[in-house]
């Protein structure tokens, strides 16, 4: 035994292990990942055309052929419920996952690597993320992101500048009936209008606007971080026993009957079959830290450039022709839209950290 009470690997005590073939889950696993980082990546570039919808339709109308009727309806309500109304379940599942693989850590990892003597300051790194990544997740939740009122309409009017392109002036709100100031939208989910719209996020069941915007990216960035530190502690853990047992150093009998040196995959399958909680926990954090790592990117450069979600969704697609508000002749050249809300990245930041909206405010008192 290591430590007392960890299992000591080594290849005599598995003696099964060494007439085990290679198993495929590595490989399906590698698979999956790859397949749901291209899937992420094509969605975010079908996402600035017309293919994706095409390819929604398109999908939509085969499995109208197999899917029962009665099953389409469920299917479609529960959508409706999860995706188009507020309601708390991805909240809830949000706080599961979490509550999960804090549950793991801190009932296996954390122990053996204490035994292993690894410094508290590192093991407790992700429980201070952890909490301050549940208190801006609070603040996200229950944040006003920016409503749009008949009392702050005046207000909102006068923070950002029109473009005449995406943001034209004089514009209403169809169902708000309120002036809509640039860079607003109308959230269908939260039934309102949102200053400085971004998205409506289902995981903290509220829009992200121009009030907690920051306090978003706070949370989306210690999420990431709790993740990616999670899924380092774990396979700094797992790399150490190896060394510890010279399990590198074991060989194993193949398909064919000859002994060869176990090198990673079968290493890995190996820890799989010995640790399999904390071998998925590590896959899990890994394939979150690059989903997660990669949306926060996104939202940094869009932070960095001042733009939101909503405006950089719709930029290639807002021409002036598209625009029944704005008059132009009919031989004019269509003008894209461009930022012109960006003024340097201290000044964009400044923008995310102390709302422009807020900032006025104060001003005019």
């Keep these: 035994m290591l430590g007392g009470g960890m299992p000591e690997l080594r290849a005599e005590n598995y003696p099964g292990m060494r007439n085990i073939p290679r198993m495929d889950f590595l490989v399906l696993f590698l698979f999956y990942l790859a397949l749901v980082l291209l899937g992420s990546v094509m969605i975010c570039i079908c996402s600035k055309t017309h293919y994706l919808k095409g390819l929604v339709s398109g999908g939509a109308q085969i499995f109208s052929y197999i899917i029962p009727e009665c099953l389409q309806r469920a299917m479609l309500g529960l959508l409706h419920y999860l995706f188009h109304t507020r309601n708390h379940t991805f909240i ?85 009936n309120l002036r809509k100031p640039a860079r607003s939208k ?67 009998v193949d398909d064919l009957g000859h002994f060869q040196v176990i090198d990673t995959v079968f290493l890995i399958q190996y820890l799989f079959l010995t640790f399999p909680r904390i071998v998925f926990l590590v896959g899990f954090v890994l394939l979150l830290s690059f989903l997660l790592g990669g949306y926060l990117c996104f939202a940094l450069y869009l932070a960095a450039t001042n733009q939101t979600t909503n405006e950089w969704y719709r930029g290639d697609r807002a021409w002036c022709q598209h625009c029944p508000h704005v008059a132009r002749p009919p031989a004019a050249e269509p003008q894209v839209y461009r930022n012109i809300h960006s003024h340097g990245l201290w000044s964009n930041l400044r923008e995310i950290f102390l709302p422009a909206a807020v900032h006025y405010e104060r001003k005019k008192k």
């Excluded at 709790?226 to 150093?249: E, G, H, K, Q």
Aim: charged share 10%.
């Design 186 to 252: 109308h959230c269908g989910v939260c039934n309102r209008c949102v200053h400085r719209f971004d998205h409506h996020c289902v995981w903290v069941n509220n829009c992200i606007g121009a009030w907690n915007a920051r306090y978003f990216l706070i949370y989306l960035l210690t999420l990431t971080a709790s993740a990616a530190t999670m899924a380092v502690v774990s396979i700094v853990f797992l790399v150490r026993l190896v060394l510890l047992s010279d399990l590198y150093l074991e060989t194993y």
């Design 92 to 176: 809830i599942l949000h706080l599961i996952l979490q509550g999960m693989v804090y549950t793991e850590y801190t009932w296996e990892i954390f122990g053996y690597c204490q035994e292993l003597e690894f410094s508290l300051y590192y093991l407790f790194l992700p429980y201070l993320l952890l909490i301050i990544n549940l208190f801006f997740f609070t603040l996200s939740c229950v944040t006003d992101p920016g409503t749009i009122t008949k009392a702050n309409e005046l207000l909102f009017l006068q923070v950002y500048e029109f473009d005449e392109v995406m943001f034209p002036k004089n514009v209403r709100c169809s169902t708000c």
